[in-house]
C-alpha cells in the first residue's frame, strides 16, 4: 500500500520565480492539505481539496495556489517567490473528514536564493 | 486567535515515562491530535482525542481535558528511537484544517 507520494524532493528556485509541487495522496484517501514548516516549527496549514475544490484555506497570500485532479493527486503553485517561501512543504492526506489523522508525505524542501 | 503551548525540550532517560503537556487556546475545539516527526522525516499521527480521558496505544497514551483546554502525550518505557519531535494539534469545530503547536523536541539519553 503505498503512501503519500511527493515530488520532487529538493528544488532550489530564484526570488520572483514560480514554482510547482506534487503530491499523490495515500491509497483510498480523497482529501489532500498542504502544510510549510518552517525550522523548528511546526506545519503551517496553506489549505486543503477535496472533490477538486479547495475547501479551506490557511492565513497564506494569492500567490499560493493550488489544484486537485479526478485521480485525487494535488498540485501546489507558488508565484512571485520571496526568500521567506523557503521551507519544506508537507503534503498530507486523509479520508473526508477525518482531518484529525492525516498522513504526511516525505515534503519537498525549496530554498530560494 | 489561534495558540497551541508545548515545551520546547524535553530530555529523558531511555526505560523511564516522559509525559509531553499541551495547552491550547481556539475559537471552537473539536479534538486534539498527537504526531510525532524524526529528523528529516515525515509527521507521523500518533493518537487523538476528541472527548476527556485517557487513549492508549502500546507504550503511548494521550489525555485531553476539555475544561482545562489541555492535553498530554505520556511515552512509556522509552526507547533511543523516540528521540524526536512531537507535535500536539487542534482540530476546531466547523474547519477541516489542523493547527499545530510549535512542537516538543525529545531527547532520550542511554
Known amino acids: 500500500d503505498a503512501g503519500v507520494t511527493q515530488s520532487p524532493t529538493h528544488l532550489i528556485k530564484t526570488r520572483g520565480q514560480q514554482v510547482t509541487l506534487r503530491c499523490s495522496p495515500k491509497?483510498?484517501?480523497?482529501?489532500v492539505s498542504w502544510y510549510q514548516q518552517a525550522l523548528g516549527q511546526g506545519p503551517q496549514f496553506i489549505f486543503q481539496?477535496?472533490?477538486?475544490?479547495?475547501?479551506q484555506r490557511g492565513n497564506f497570500p494569492d500567490r499560493f495556489s493550488g489544484h486537485q485532479f479526478p485521480n485525487y493527486s494535488s498540485e501546489l503553485n507558488v508565484n512571485a517567490l520571496l526568500l521567506g517561501d523557503s521551507a519544506l512543504y508537507l503534503c498530507?492526506?486523509?479520508?473526508?473528514?477525518?482531518?484529525?489523522?492525516?498522513?504526511f508525505g516525505p515534503g519537498t524542501r525549496l530554498t530560494v536564493t | 486567535g489561534q495558540s497551541l503551548e508545548q515545551p520546547s525540550e524535553v530530555t529523558a532517560v531511555e526505560g523511564a515515562i516522559v509525559q509531553i503537556n499541551c495547552t491550547y487556546q481556539?475559537?471552537?475545539?473539536?479534538?486534539l491530535s498527537w504526531y510525532q516527526q524524526h529528523d528529516g522525516g515525515a509527521p507521523t499521527f500518533l493518537s487523538y482525542?476528541?472527548?476527556?480521558g485517557l487513549e492508549e496505544t502500546g507504550r503511548f497514551s494521550s489525555f485531553l481535558s476539555r475544561s482545562d483546554s489541555y492535553g498530554y502525550l505520556l511515552l512509556q518505557e522509552l526507547q533511543m528511537k523516540d528521540s524526536a519531535s512531537y507535535f500536539c494539534?487542534?482540530?476546531?469545530?466547523?474547519?477541516?484544517?489542523?493547527?499545530f503547536g510549535s512542537g516538543t523536541r525529545l531527547l532520550v539519553r542511554p
Open positions: 498530507a492526506s486523509c479520508i473526508r473528514d477525518n482531518s484529525y489523522e492525516q498522513y
Open positions: 491509497s483510498g484517501h480523497d482529501t
Open positions: 481539496y477535496y472533490e477538486e475544490e479547495e475547501r
Open positions: 481556539t475559537s471552537g475545539f473539536y479534538g
Open positions: 482525542n476528541a472527548l476527556d
Open positions: 494539534a487542534v482540530r476546531m469545530d466547523s474547519s477541516y484544517k489542523l493547527i
